[in-house]
Structure formats: C-alpha cells, structure tokens
C-alpha cells in the first residue's frame, strides 16, 4: 500500500499522521489539510494556516505523493520555495509550512502492485491409454483486459479510462489492470 507520513507539532504536541493511497477523506482522491474541520482530514490549529490550506495526493501513474496549494493569498512552501498554483513531488524529508506551521514528510512508502490475473479454469488432462478418439477442443476466445476500479472492484473495458467507474463514478486512474477470463 502506498503510503506517506507527516510528522509536525500542533497545540504543544507533537503528531504523526499516515496518508494512503485509496483512504477515505472528505475529497475523495486527496487528503486535505487545514484549520476548517468541516472541510479537512487533517486539521492544524496554528492561526497563520488556512482554512482550506492544501490537499495531498497520490497519482498513481507517476507513482508519487504530490501537493497541492489550495490558498493563493496564502501560499504553502515546500522544501523553501512557494508553491502558489499546481502541484509539487513530496520526497522523504520534504518540509512543508502552511503559514508558520511546519510539517515533515518521514516516510514515504511506495509498492507497486502488480496486475492481477483472472484465467479460465482449467480442463484436467487427458489419461493416457483412455481417450483413443480424440476430440479437438474448441478453440477458446482470448482473454481481455480490463481496469478493476479501487473501490467497487467491478472491472471495466480500459477505454473507460478517462470516463471513470461506470458502477460507483470513480477514477480509473489508480485502478489495476487485470486479465479477465473470456466468457464461453
């Protein structure tokens, strides 16, 4: 599971917060980060932080965390530069600060998950000495591929890339690809 984690120091405590991959957040798709806690997952009380401040994600075809900056008057600046529009690769190390809040990334977990593989039940060979006509098979129609999606893992026809899940609407992005069996 890919995963990242965020160390910083909040109300005279010092805090640690995993972020993943596929976790549940008031955006689906992204962690957010702030002092409003009707819109933020993770929420910091310092007064110089927005309240909708940033949002971190993970893009599953670069393979990395990124972040992005949700507050132009009040720009986030990561490892000592702005970051005022789009959005940055964080790294292991990487310091974040959201007004005068400092954030840490400690750790960043990255493993790629290999395509699953669907295939057709096999049929049991023949025993010698048993079968003396032999019967040709009939050809079986080639497996395809398909996207299972991350959170319903119905599988779709990969040209549903762009569009999304067509069960419950969700990216396609960070699905895995899969061989499904032919149907007969």
């Known amino acids: 599971m890919n995963a990242l984690t965020l160390q910083w120091h909040d109300a005279d405590q ?43 994600f993970f893009h599953s075809q670069q393979q990395h965390f990124y972040i992005r900056n949700l507050r132009e008057s009040n720009p986030a600046q990561i490892d000592g530069k702005s970051l ?15 007004g005068q809040q400092q954030l840490q990334v400690t750790e960043i977990s990255i493993n790629s998950i ?38 319903c893992h119905k599988v779709s026809p990969p040209e549903n890339l762009q569009v999304g899940c067509p069960w419950c609407g969700t990216s396609l992005a960070a699905a895995v690809s899969v061989l499904v069996a032919p149907k007969n």
């Open 14 to 56: 010092n805090k640690t917060q995993q972020i993943y991959e596929q976790q549940q957040s008031k955006n689906p798709g992204s962690v957010r980060i702030g002092r409003d806690p009707l819109r933020c997952d993770i929420v910091l009380t310092h007064p110089t932080v927005s309240g909708l401040h940033v949002e971190i």
């Open 114 to 151: 290999p395509a699953t593989v669907l295939v057709p039940p096999q049929q049991p060979p023949a025993q010698p000495g048993y079968n003396h006509h032999k019967k040709s098979l009939p050809t079986q129609p080639k497996p395809v591929y398909g996207l299972q999606c991350s959170r």
């Open 84 to 98: 005022i529009q789009g959005e940055v690769i964080l790294n292991k190390g990487s310091i974040i600060y959201l």
